[in-house]
């Protein structure tokens, strides 16, 4: 989809006056930057996954009654005591829990990183579908 658009574009920058030509470097370098910006975004939520997933398995060998400290943000603990370690609530987005079974918390987890990477890897081929040449051309012109 946007190969196509760039290869209209393309034959068009012949006839286009710099003013013109500024303006389709600047949309470019914009879809660029948002599709770099969504790939991090995509990483960052892949980890953010990651990393619940090994808390999960991590809490699934804790004893009942253990005692841990549990990260309300990135640098604020809290104290607390392990009282069921065969459920958990899950995170569904916009402030939803569910509850879960600690293996469907498991299960959510990686369904949801696998998800992640689909759409990592189609977001990575679009990149790669951006032609080089329509970006040096309007380098050049300019």
Do not use: W
Request: charged residues 25%; proline residues 3%.
């Amino acid at each position: 989809m946007a190969n196509k658009g760039a290869v209209v574009r393309a034959a068009e920058m012949e006839k286009m006056n710099v003013d013109q030509l500024k303006m389709v470097k600047e949309q470019s370098d914009a879809e660029l930057n948002l599709l770099q910006e969504s790939l991090g975004n995509i990483r960052t939520a892949t980890t953010r996954l990651e990393h619940a997933s090994t808390a999960l398995q991590d809490l699934s060998v804790r004893p009942q009654g253990k005692q841990m400290l549990v990260p309300l943000t990135a640098s604020l603990y809290v104290p607390a005591t392990l009282d069921d370690a065969l459920n958990v609530l899950v995170d569904v987005g916009t402030g939803y829990f569910v509850e879960k079974t600690m293996v469907e918390g498991k299960e959510y987890c990686q369904r949801k990183i696998n998800l992640l990477k689909s759409n990592h890897e189609q977001l990575v081929e679009e990149e790669r579908e951006i032609p080089n040449s329509l970006r040096l051309k309007v380098l050049y012109c300019m």
